[in-house]
């Protein structure tokens, strides 16, 4: 695809933040960078995106995000290797997926010169807030929503895309208890599950609240019908050790397609591990958990990379997993993370080097 580049108009801050933040102890997703990505869709066309000082948008209070939640997002980093050379991990997959949950919103969807050389753009502007710190990175959120504006229940005719970025510290906050969901579910058959859209995430924050007044941090979906199948952890794809297999489940319309559920098992069998893609039942679990057979729960996604799970609750029962010395987790994580910045080969071609 044409490069858009070079009519990608730059619109500099005058002042930076940069000065006020302790890169050296970040949160995740809190302070943001001087500079974002704008592209507004009007007229049944993307315009030409521009990169802006970060500032707050004005929207109508009839837009349509605001009553239909026609809101999409990406969540994605950019890191910083020893020699200051930016890359990016399988960006053209976030692109894609975009697109793919901007489809079930019935929102436009973006030509991928659009998206990659804005990203592209914004990134060297604003290349000093990628930090270089071991496991910080810039955490970029690119979102497509309606600002077109009519309380009828119907698409927006306008639309904004824009990418803002985050510089972020390693995000574990130790391991979590989880509860095994048996009421709430997070998507359903035929429903938005497999999109990253914006009210997904309203709808588990309640079920999350009430799990978290129990005294666990996250929630394990199960399958809307049965609540019999494990699916996610949170916001993150789910990975569980039996023995020495690891298992997931399989993407279907509930569950969300992550890259780094994708990379994981690649990875895993390139190392020998022996990766099962298939249902697996809240049983299994339970039974490996009584017969010791458990050894590792973990979520996986962007933010966190790999999250272990230290136990889980089920119906009245908490089961905790045993503290080994070697765990699939933070080997796969090391790996993965060695990938990214660019510490080690990549054999599989996901490092992308933004020039
Ligand atoms: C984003 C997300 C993931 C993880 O996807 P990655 O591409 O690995 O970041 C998993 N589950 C849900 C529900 C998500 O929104």
Request: net charge negative; aromatic share 12%; proline share 4%.
């Amino acid at each position: 695809m044409n490069s858009i580049i070079n009519d990608i108009e730059i619109i500099k801050s005058e002042t930076t933040k940069i000065n006020d933040v302790d890169f050296n102890n970040l949160a995740f997703g809190s302070v943001f960078s001087d500079h974002m990505l704008e592209c507004n869709y009007k007229d049944e066309k993307w315009e030409a995106p521009k990169v802006v000082p970060y500032q707050s948008i004005s929207l109508d209070p009839s837009a349509k995000i605001f009553h239909y939640g026609q809101s999409v997002f990406e969540g994605m980093k950019a890191y910083k290797d020893a020699n200051e050379d930016v890359y990016l991990f399988r960006p053209l997959d976030n692109f894609k997926r975009l697109n793919i949950s901007a489809k079930r919103l019935a929102m436009p969807e973006l030509p991928e010169n659009y998206f990659m050389d804005g990203l592209k753009a914004l990134l060297e502007v604003d290349k000093d807030w990628i930090p270089k710190q071991d496991g910080s990175s810039l955490y970029i959120r690119p979102f497509i929503f309606a600002s077109g504006s009519g309380f009828h229940a119907s698409p927006a005719n306008e639309y904004k895309f824009l990418i803002c970025t985050a510089p972020s510290g390693s995000y574990f906050s130790g391991k979590v208890k989880v509860l095994i969901e048996q009421t709430y579910s997070r998507s359903a058959n035929g429903g938005v599950g497999y999109a990253k859209a914006g009210g997904n995430y309203a709808g588990q924050f309640y079920p999350t609240q009430l799990a978290v007044e129990k005294g666990y941090q996250q929630v394990i979906w199960t399958d809307d019908t049965s609540h019999e199948y494990i699916e996610e952890a949170g916001a993150m794809n789910i990975f569980v050790r039996i023995n020495d297999t690891l298992i997931t489940a399989p993407t279907s319309d509930r569950i969300l397609d992550g890259i780094t559920r994708k990379s994981i098992v690649e990875l895993a069998k390139a190392e020998g591990i022996n990766v099962e893609v298939r249902k697996l039942s809240v049983h299994e679990v339970v039974d490996a958990a009584k017969n010791g057979t458990l050894k590792e729960m973990f979520g996986a996604g962007t933010a966190a990379v790999i999250s272990p799970i230290s136990g889980f609750g089920y119906k009245d029962e908490d089961f905790e997993l045993p503290e080994l010395e070697d765990t699939f987790a933070s080997f796969l994580k090391k790996r993965i993370t060695d990938i990214q910045t660019n510490k080690v080969e990549d054999p599989f071609g996901w490092r992308y080097k933004v020039d």
